[in-house]
């Protein structure tokens, strides 16, 4: 029970409402930690919010990319993102 408020205290979605900062969800379809719907859930949330955002998704990746042509793509994409918010 204790373990149960905690995580209900810590739990990100009970604070949605103060999201300010620009966000880029990467996400591999093959992610076992991460469970799609939350990350859509997140996405969503922000862009509602009209937090500036953006979402890359790797069908066939993991919680990791992993293949160089996917790795390639991250690393513009991600650098991309870091030109347009920093």
């Known amino acids: 029970?204790?373990?149960?408020?905690?995580?209900?205290?810590?739990?990100?979605s009970?604070?949605?409402q103060n999201w300010d900062t620009p966000m880029l969800v990467i996400h591999?379809?093959?992610?076992?930690?991460?469970?799609?719907g939350q990350v859509i859930q997140a996405f969503q949330a922000a862009r509602l919010l009209g937090v500036?955002?953006?979402?890359?998704y790797?069908?066939?990746?993991?919680h990791r990319v992993l293949t160089p042509q996917n790795g390639?793509?991250?690393?513009h994409e991600f650098f991309?993102?870091?030109?347009?918010?920093?």
């Open 72 to 75: 390639l793509v991250w690393q």
């Open 52 to 56: 500036k955002s953006r979402f890359l």
């Open 28 to 36: 591999g379809g093959r992610d076992y930690r991460v469970p799609i």
């Open 14 to 16: 009970n604070f949605v």
């Open 1 to 12: 029970m204790a373990a149960q408020r905690s995580y209900d205290a810590f739990n990100p």
């Open 58 to 62: 790797f069908p066939d990746e993991n």
């Open 80 to 86: 991309k993102w870091l030109e347009e918010t920093l």
